[in-house]
């Protein structure tokens, strides 16, 4: 089979991500890149990051579909005087494309939190929000809270985050809420779901706290990267697919590289 071009991939995956259905502050779709060009490898990441693109141009890729847009609002230039005007300049003279799917991809079913939820092995998932953001499930056999911790520290790439915990540690989980990504929106679906604990990204002090004195489920907040990373393998297999269907083939790499922003983690002494 071969190569599809990037016009190609483009359609593929919009047909699994529609632009129509991102929140309407965001930024997705194709950002460089002629639709005319030969895409034979794709770099899946999260964050369209300069260590994104060291990775991209060392891989010889020809696209990079990143979940997070480069540019989020309105801009007059790319000029290299900035770190997303380099991204922008480094990807073009590496003949390298971008190509967001975001929101769009977070509310799509398999989705950024269906991808999630497999990775945490949920089963008997359905949507957590009416709109599609989030997912409810459940693991067999119900484990305890602690146990059910460390299972996601296992199922998810290490950070310097890592995973934290807020509830009774031992209380026996059986439901789970998940929402990839910022999900602090939906703590009182999570709880009205149902669900013994919910895991999910950006949670705050007193938004936690407030959560858990209302009576709200158990928490697990993961590093935002590491909620989304699962999507990349997920939707990299679908796009494989798609394209296949249509009688060509790319070859996918999934970033290696944490673009999670803490580099180190201390836990005080006392
Ligand atoms: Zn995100």
């Not at 460089?32 to 060392?58: F, H, K, N, R």
């Not at 995973?163 to 031992?170: E, Q």
């Not at 779901?193 to 919910?198: S, T």
Request: charged share 15%; with cysteine; net charge negative.
């Amino acid at each position: 089979m071969a190569a599809p071009s990037l016009a190609d991939v483009v359609d593929a995956l919009e047909g699994r991500y529609p632009v129509t259905t991102a929140a309407e502050w965001d930024a997705v779709g194709l950002v460089c890149g002629d639709p005319a060009m030969t895409v034979s490898s794709i770099l899946w990441a999260v964050d369209p990051t300069s260590v994104v693109v060291d990775e991209a141009i060392d891989a010889g890729v020809d696209l990079v579909i990143t979940h997070h847009p480069l540019f989020l609002t309105g801009v007059h230039s790319v000029a290299a005087t900035d770190a997303k005007g380099r991204v922008v300049h480094r990807l073009l003279e590496s003949g390298i494309a971008l190509y967001c799917a975001h929101t769009n991809a977070d509310v799509a079913h398999p989705g950024v939190s269906d991808a999630l939820a497999a990775a945490l092995g949920l089963g008997d998932l359905v949507p957590l929000d009416p709109s599609g953001l989030g997912c409810v499930g459940t693991i067999d056999p119900a484990v305890s809270l602690a146990d059910f911790a460390a299972q996601v520290a296992a199922a998810l790439p290490s950070t310097h985050h890592g995973v934290r915990v807020a509830g009774d540690t031992a209380h026996l989980v059986r439901r789970v809420a998940v929402c990839g990504g910022s999900g602090d929106g939906l703590l009182v679906c999570a709880t009205a779901a149902g669900a013994d604990v919910y895991v999910t990204a950006d949670l705050k002090h007193h938004r936690t706290l407030e959560h858990l004195e209302d009576g709200g489920c158990a928490l697990i907040d993961v590093a935002h990267w590491a909620s989304e990373w699962p999507w990349l393998a997920q939707a990299a297999v679908l796009l494989e697919a798609d394209l296949a269907i249509q009688g060509s083939t790319v070859g996918s790499i999934v970033s290696a590289v944490p673009t999670d922003p803490w580099a180190m983690s201390i836990r005080g002494a006392h």
